[in-house]
Nanobody, 131 residues
């Protein structure tokens, strides 16, 4: 059975850092576009970052650009989201998702943010930024 499992969420103070992980079983993430989405209370889920399988090129939403970084560990089939300079507005449940499509070019971020492109989803991990 294929599944994605997020981990590493928690409570962090404003300005702090956190790294969350997306580990896969039954699917080889090295061949997938992997994206991070988040959903804050009372808001719609939004795509914030993705990494493509061809050259590990990444794309980020303006809300996280310069603060968040995606990476892969191909040996352990895991994708990470390193978050720095965290703000209370980053509080949300964070989900990873995987797609067999490879998104490239100037529309990469917009394609990455299209939820219907993803066939695999994790259950989410809570990130709370508060003092």
């Amino acid at each position: 059975q294929s599944q994605l499992v997020e981990s590493g969420g928690g409570l962090v103070q404003p300005g702090g850092s956190l790294r969350i992980a997306c580990a896969a079983s039954g699917v080889n993430l090295n061949y997938f576009t992997v994206a991070w989405f988040r959903q804050a209370p009372g808001k719609e889920r939004e795509g914030i970052a993705c990494i493509n399988p061809n050259d590990d090129n990444t794309a980020y939403a303006d809300s996280v650009k310069g603060r968040f970084t995606m990476s892969r560990d191909k040996d352990i089939n895991t994708v990470y989201l390193q978050m720095t300079g965290l703000k209370p507005g980053d509080t949300a449940v964070y989900y990873c998702a995987a797609s067999l499509s490879a998104f490239v070019g100037p529309r990469m971020l917009r394609l990455c943010q299209t939820e219907t492109e993803y066939g695999y989803w994790g259950q989410g991990t809570q990130v709370t930024v508060s003092s």
